[in-house]
């Protein structure tokens, strides 16, 4: 059993995710930014902690994460507010990064997008510019960091029911890039005990191979 902690455990793919870890026997501990939201996240087996990390200083999240094996990034501000979305998607993120080297949680797992990074072609008059860039940014300085990391980037998301069945690294993903949130969900809780998957960027879409099996093909 390992203890996990989710920010941005009110999400829709965190909601799913700290339940498939709850029900594989983890201590799951979900950081939620509004105290409304703590019974959802509580019906789902993890333990609600009140935490705005978008106000919170480095050392008040690494405070947060004494005593977890690993840390998975779901928060988000949402768009709209291109300001938010920096605070939030780039700035909180990279505190996040920080306190989780400071506290010794080696293991992280970014939920990012496919397609993000520096080249992620988003023009700057586009709304989605602003996430794009910050996903870029947190991306990368996670990259930079010695956590034991893994950056997952899920195609267009949906609320289709989880197939657990995947296509890792898309060759043609315009064809289409579909990923429905429960199979988010399963690869996140997945990579959590695959140590193979340590150091990898992995973009994927809904497909037709099993979870594991497609995280770990050569």
Do not use: F, H, M, Q
């Given at each position: 059993m390992s203890r996990i902690a989710i920010i941005g455990g009110h999400g829709k793919v965190a909601l799913q995710l700290s339940r498939i870890l709850s029900n594989e026997g983890h201590e799951v501990t979900s950081f939620v930014r509004n105290p409304e939201h703590a019974p959802e996240v509580a019906a789902t087996g993890a333990a609600p902690v009140i935490l705005d990390v978008e106000q919170s200083t480095t050392a008040e999240i690494a405070s947060a994460l004494n005593g977890h094996d690993a840390v998975v990034w779901s928060a988000g501000a949402g768009g709209g507010d291109p300001d938010r979305t920096y605070a939030v998607d780039r700035d909180a993120a990279i505190r996040s990064m920080d306190a989780a080297a400071q506290q010794g949680v080696a293991r992280y797992v970014m939920v990012s997008y496919l397609g993000a990074g520096p080249g992620h072609g988003v023009p700057e008059d586009n709304s989605f510019y602003?996430?794009?860039?910050?996903?870029?940014?947190?991306?990368?300085?996670?990259?930079?960091?010695?956590?034991?990391?893994?950056?997952?980037?899920?195609?267009?998301?949906?609320?289709?029911?989880?197939?657990?069945?995947?296509?890792?690294?898309?060759?043609?993903?315009?064809?289409?890039?579909?990923t429905s949130r429960a199979n988010v969900a399963l690869v996140a809780a997945a990579v959590l005990e695959l140590p193979e998957t340590i150091g990898r960027t992995i973009e994927f879409r809904d497909g037709n191979v099993a979870v594991v099996e497609a995280l770990t093909a050569s």
């Open positions: 602003a996430y794009a860039e910050a996903k870029a940014a947190a991306d990368e300085y996670l990259r930079g960091t010695d956590l034991d990391w893994t950056i997952l980037g899920p195609g267009a998301l949906t609320g289709n029911p989880g197939s657990a069945l995947i296509e890792v690294d898309p060759l043609d993903p315009g064809t289409g890039t579909a």
